[in-house]
Structures are given as C-alpha cells and as structure tokens.
C-alpha cells in the first residue's frame, strides 16, 4: 500500500518560517520525482515546487521561488520543504505526491495545515 504521510505544518505569523516533511511508503522511492501541492480554501490544488528522483533537476511556482526549498533524502524515503518569509497567502493544506499521472490509484494523504496570520 503506497502512504504519503505529511507533519510539520501549523501556525506562524507572517514572515515566519516553517519545515514541512514527507515521509513515502510502499513503492521504491527512489525511482519517482516528488512534489509538494498545496490547496488553500476555496481554490484548486496547485504544485508549489518539484524535484527529481536523483534530485539534479528542482522547480517551483513563481509565488514560492526564492522562499521555498524542497529536498529529499532517499535513505529515509522522506521529502522536505523549507518555508521561509510565510505570508498569508500561503495559508493551505500542503501535500506531498509523485508528478500528475504517475500512479493510477489515488494515494493523497492527509496534509499538513499551514497557517499563517497576525
């Protein structure tokens, strides 16, 4: 069974800064890119950011370029996001999963909420 487990979220103000971890079970994890999605209120899930599986190629959105980080550490089946300068804009519920299309059943865990607000 394939589980995608995420932790790290909660509440900070804005400006503040969080880390967001992913840990990956039931496939071979080091054959599969990962991403982390996030969908806020109201709004479709969106990718915030991407990494490949031997990490050599990473992207992100444009609304988290220079504030996000994601890595991964393939011993520990795990994926991270390092979230600095939170604004209340990022305010969603955050995901790890493979890139669109790449698994045919639905494995989405539950999330992690981010929250941030004065």
């Known amino acids: 069974q394939v589980q995608f487990v995420e932790s790290g979220g909660g509440s900070v103000q804005p400006g503040g800064s969080l880390k967001l971890t992913c840990v990956v079970s039931?496939?071979?994890?080091?054959?599969?890119?990962m991403r982390w999605y996030r969908q806020a209120p109201g709004k479709e899930r969106e990718w915030v950011a991407r990494?490949?599986?031997?990490?050599?190629?990473?992207t992100y959105a444009d609304s988290v370029k220079g504030r996000f980080t994601i890595s991964r550490d393939n011993a520990r089946n795990s994926v991270y996001l390092q979230m600095k300068d939170l604004q209340p804009e990022d305010t969603a519920v955050y995901y790890c999963?493979?890139?669109?299309?790449?698994?045919?059943?639905?494995?989405w865990g539950q999330g992690t909420q981010v929250t941030v607000s004065s």
């Open positions: 999963y493979g890139d669109p299309g790449r698994f045919t059943k639905n494995y």
């Open positions: 039931g496939l071979i994890f080091n054959q599969y890119a």
């Open positions: 990494i490949t599986s031997s990490n050599g190629l990473i």
